[in-house]
């Protein structure tokens, strides 16, 4: 079955330093793959998804994801965080009509 | 805007007493879902709709309920909530079913059980 894992709940970053945010998945067929943020006491919202066309994705507030298919990896990576970085950060992927989330990294932002 | 919009944001019932929770879209999407989400977890599907066909995830208990009577409308009932159901209820929508089509959150509800 379609699963990603996510290690170390919560990551801390200077500002200014670059955000590396870990995602494995294990899957059978090639897989759909997301990246999804929550802000505090707020819904998520899609930074980016991965669906075969390019293996660099690029998504929204200077996120991107490079598609690493012999690592089994989809690492989330932003060269300069922002205090508004601060946030949840979801991995997921499509399974069965679903979305299989893993279990998301807190990342917080020193100033 | 075309969005998600969640009814209440914030809610307070008591112990056993029935709470419905409300969604709805102008996506004009077929698929919505609602999600559990427990502090500091990931959020946890409870059922979803397409068109008008239910689909319940099989832990789901039967303490929770859906309606959806239109495209556009969907709502989420807890006969007896628990203190075990406080949490954040999300409703999320995607244009199809299938692998490819990401999923658009609304802003949540928080459920406090007193």
């Known amino acids: 079955a379609q699963s990603v894992t996510q290690l170390g709940s919560h990551v801390s970053v200077s500002e200014g330093a670059l955000v590396l945010l870990r995602c494995n998945y294990s899957s059978s067929v090639p897989p759909y793959l997301f990246w999804y943020v929550q802000y505090p006491n707020q819904g998520l919202q899609l930074l980016l998804k991965y669906t075969s066309a390019a293996t660099l994705v690029k998504g929204i507030n200077g996120f991107e994801a490079e598609f690493k298919k012999s690592e089994t990896s989809f690492h989330l990576t932003k060269p300069s965080a922002h205090m508004s970085d601060a946030a949840e950060y979801f991995c997921a992927v499509s399974r069965n009509n679903r979305l299989a989330f893993g279990k998301g990294n807190q990342v917080v932002v020193i100033p | 805007d075309a969005m998600v919009i969640q009814n209440p944001r914030y809610q307070v019932t008591q112990f056993g007493k029935p709470v419905t929770l409300s969604c709805s879209q102008t996506l004009n999407h077929n698929v919505m879902y609602w999600y559990q989400q427990k502090s500091s977890q990931a959020p946890k599907l409870l059922f979803h709709?397409?068109?008008?066909?239910?689909?319940n995830e099989a832990d789901t208990p039967d303490n929770f309920q859906s309606r959806r009577p239109n495209t556009s409308f969907c709502f989420l009932d807890i006969r007896s909530p628990g203190l075990g159901d406080a949490a954040m209820y999300l409703c999320?929508?995607?244009?199809?079913?299938?692998?490819?089509?990401?999923?658009?959150f609304g802003p949540g509800t928080r459920l406090t059980v007193t």
């Open positions: 709709y397409y068109d008008k066909d239910f689909n």
């Open positions: 999320a929508t995607s244009r199809e079913k299938g692998i490819s089509y990401e999923q658009y």
